[in-house]
């Protein structure tokens, strides 16, 4: 008879299949060094978007095994399964990494997942700074634990040989490190050294190279000459200069065509940044973790940056340097901080390609920091903040993309959702997991629209993905919805089309895991209805299947479509007029000329599309303050009456506006009528109230008004879960009055954190409803 410890020691031999972030962060030598550990033979590989192991040997080591499997893997991981059975035994000595197996059977078996670009880990920053260590001052030191990953990766699986690093033929100091369990570059694909791997070269102001001279201090002299610099990185090129320099930045500012946005910046060490912005403990954590994003905090007083690096803005971006080139200019620049924005003229994608980069950048700076490792995908730097305490991804781009979603339930077929006009992003679906992209941008031109492509491609073949069905903004004249069309006919594909708020309700349902009704605040700058109307103040009752519409905010004209978005004073006239109170109120910014003619398109219906946004009101009150008539950039007039609501001090100021809810007939959407709110504001204006006492009052009122609407539709629904959604809902203000009311009247409250609320989230909540529409028709 078998006693337990008799069965712990029987040999048996078993597989076991991982499959998550497993490729790319040092998974195979923690499985190596697990099975020396606990005894064992056999192997392991990855095989397609997996790691496939057979180990072999006593029965209670394997259990150990598996056990250490799951709670012993790489910081950097994520397993989403494992499984495991038994296999016939071998009885061959030894524990060996294979090579890789990548055929397109497995692939069609599994979908692989890739680990986002890793900031560099600090034993790689302790022998960056090491004179006596061999990779001293070496700016592309990596290993197993950091570096590039996304933007390098041709296909999968991940191995040098599949990587833009293939050109780059080991030494034997590094081979050997490669090939050595217990060295943490232990197969780290990226692996260089100053002998064998990638070099920077400097140019100058034409773009020739500069010979005789260490790149590096070269560029670093450059900036510190107030001269702006170009530097290429992981997922494409920056431009930099001195954030203290008035001359350099207002120059920057010229040669990107970028007025007014605020310009993020970069410091090396976490205290720096401390000494630039106020950052609670959340946002400290985000500023330092892997992804190393842009993490947005409130400016602190007398700094010594220029006006021109955020203007009257009381936030500042910042974020930590994150690979071996950027530690070392911002060391070789005293610790200075750097303006580091993207390399490229506003509008248009960022670049990574070296001729592009000396066809765009070169006329913008005076030097170019380059080098010879390419860059496969271009991807910019990821947007945070810490809003409340909690996290919101203003843009999921570098360290954050392309980070899996588990669905919940198997998918039908794959799909392709295609996102957005701005703010671009696309989503895979496969099997049980969602794929987002990387942010995008704005697809009005044609270098934006050519990346998108070209991005799409990209993923569906290192993620193994051919898409069976294409999903699509409702609005047609999307550049991304004529993908979807031109796609479709290229590739005889099914298309479904999903209506902007319910997408966006949807990103967060998914999200959060959420599959029953909720009330779906949408609320945003615009968006097809599906009366064919511009939304974007909406209440949605919303299941991933569906969404009604019980309320909406008053529908006005937006006079001159598009143009009312960079002209803010034109929905100020609408409200204005629609209110009964006299368009004087804009004499301070508009001639009277402007004024009649605008007015006349409004009394005849001429180019102006009726609208119910929440985007469109914020821009109205932020020009009937006087706080931004006309806008630079998206949101901006929006961004400036938050920003002017923030400075308000007085009691008056948390008193909301008078407004109305009302239904036209019984049946019919709720309408939050805004006329008393606008006649009040007026009312103020003439008695000489402050425009942050306006501003905030206007933030109080539009929480308490939504509240409300949340509490009389909970009436007569029943439904007690409610979702913010939409652009609108970045602003903190608003979201922390809106938490507090919604709290107060025992609302469930959910809003996106780790994808954007903005349309950047947008085609994950597409993919969230075709999937749950393509189970219910299969």
């Keep these: 008879m078998n006693t337990p410890e008799v069965a712990s020691r029987a040999i048996e031999r078993r597989s076991f299949v991982v499959t998550g972030l497993v490729q790319g962060v040092g998974f195979r030598p923690f499985v ?22 057979e180990a072999e ?41 294979v090579e890789s197996v990548g055929d397109s059977r497995a692939l069609s078996l599994s979908t692989p997942f890739v680990v ?77 050294c100053p002998a ?18 260490d790149p590096l201090l070269g560029a670093a002299q450059a900036l510190l000459e107030q001269q702006i610099v170009a530097i290429k990185g992981i997922g494409g090129f920056h431009l930099a200069c001195l954030a203290s320099s008035e001359q350099a930045t207002r120059r920057l500012r010229t040669h990107k065509g970028r007025d007014e946005k605020p310009f993020a910046l970069m410091v090396s060490e976490l205290s720096q940044a401390l000494e630039l912005c106020e950052l609670d403990p959340l946002a400290q954590a985000l500023l330092s973790s892997p992804a190393r994003p842009i993490v947005l905090g409130p400016r602190r007083t007398g700094l010594s940056v220029s006006h021109a690096v955020a203007g009257h803005s009381p936030l500042l971006g910042v974020m930590l340097a994150y690979t071996p080139v950027q530690h070392l200019l911002c060391q070789a620049v005293g610790g200075a901080p750097l303006v580091m924005t993207s390399g490229n003229a506003s509008h248009e994608p960022i670049a990574f390609e070296e001729g592009d980069a000396r066809a765009r950048l070169v006329p913008m700076s005076h030097r170019t920091l380059t080098h010879n490792r390419p860059i496969e995908l271009r991807c910019d730097d990821s947007v945070v903040r810490s809003q409340g305490g909690s996290l919101a991804t ?86 991304s919805t004529q993908v979807a069309f031109e796609l479709a006919r290229e590739r005889g594909l099914e298309l479904m089309a999903v209506q902007h708020h319910h997408a966006h309700v949807a990103s967060c349902l998914l999200e959060h895991g959420l599959s029953e009704a909720v009330l779906g605040l949408a609320c945003d700058g615009s968006g097809l ?197 939409g652009g609108v809902f970045a602003n903190t203000l608003l979201v922390h009055d809106l938490e507090q009311r919604l709290g107060q009247a025992d609302f469930a409250l959910y809003r996106a954190h780790a994808y954007p609320i903005g349309d950047g989230g947008l085609s994950l909540g597409q993919l969230a409803i075709a999937a749950a529409r393509d189970r219910q028709e299969s």
């Design 32 to 53: 190596q060094r697990l099975a020396q550990e606990f005894g064992l033979a056999g192997f392991v590989l990855n095989h397609a978007g997996e790691v496939h192991v």
């Design 57 to 97: 040997g006593a029965q209670g080591a394997l259990q150990r095994f598996e056990h250490a499997l799951l709670r012993r893997a790489p910081p950097l991981s994520e397993i989403a399964e494992l499984r495991s059975e038994a296999m016939v035994r071998d009885g061959r000595p030894g524990f060996a990494i």
């Design 116 to 192: 986002p670009d890793i900031a560099t880990c600090e034993h790689c920053l302790s022998e960056l700074f090491d004179p006596e260590d061999r990779r001293f001052r070496y700016p592309f030191a990596n290993c197993t634990d950091c570096g590039p990953r996304l933007t390098i990766i041709e296909s999968a699986p991940y191995d040098r040989v599949r990587t833009t690093m293939r050109g780059f033929e080991l030494c034997a100091a590094c081979l050997a490190e490669y090939r050595d369990p217990n060295n943490r570059r232990f197969h780290a694909e990226p692996i260089a």
């Design 196 to 213: 064998c791997g990638p070099q920077l070269e400097l140019l100058d102001e034409s773009g020739r190279p500069i010979a005789g001279e």
């Design 394 to 479: 203003l843009r999921r781009a570098r360290g954050l993309a392309p980070r899996p979603l588990a669905l919940g339930r198997r998918l039908r077929r794959p799909i392709l959702a295609l996102g957005g006009h701005d703010n671009a992003s696309f989503a895979l679906g496969r099997a049980e997991h969602a794929l987002v992209s990387h942010h995008l941008g704005d697809l009005s031109n044609a270098q934006a629209l050519h990346a998108y492509r070209a991005a799409i491609a990209h993923y569906e073949k290192l993620f193994s993905v051919e898409p069976e069905l294409l999903v699509h903004d409702l609005h047609p004249d999307y550049a």
């Design 529 to 725: 209805g599906t009366d064919g109307s511009i939304w974007g103040g909406e209440l949605l009752r919303c299941d991933r299947l569906g969404a009604e519409r019980l309320a909406h905010f008053r529908v006005l004209p937006m006079p001159g479509g598009e143009r009312a978005v960079h002209e803010p004073w034109r929905m100020a006239l609408a409200h204005l007029l629609d209110a009964g109170a006299p368009p004087s109120a804009l004499a301070y910014a508009v001639d009277a000329r402007a004024l009649r003619v605008v007015s006349r398109m409004i009394e005849r219906g001429f180019n102006c599309p009726p609208t119910s946004s929440v985007g469109r009101l914020f821009d109205a009150v932020s020009a009937l303050c006087g706080v931004r008539p006309n806008a630079s950039y998206e949101g901006q007039a929006a961004i400036e009456l938050e920003w002017a609501a923030m400075r308000a001090t007085d009691a008056a100021s948390l008193v909301p506006y008078p407004y109305r809810l009302a239904r036209s007939v019984g049946t019919a959407p709720v309408e939050v009528d805004t006329r008393p709110l606008i006649r009040e504001i007026v009312s103020d204006l003439a008695k000489g109230v402050a425009s942050a006492s306006i501003a905030r009052r206007f933030h109080v009122s539009l929480a308490a008004a939504l509240c409300e609407l949340c509490c009389l539709l909970r009436a007569e629904t029943g439904l007690t879960r409610v979702v913010l959604a």
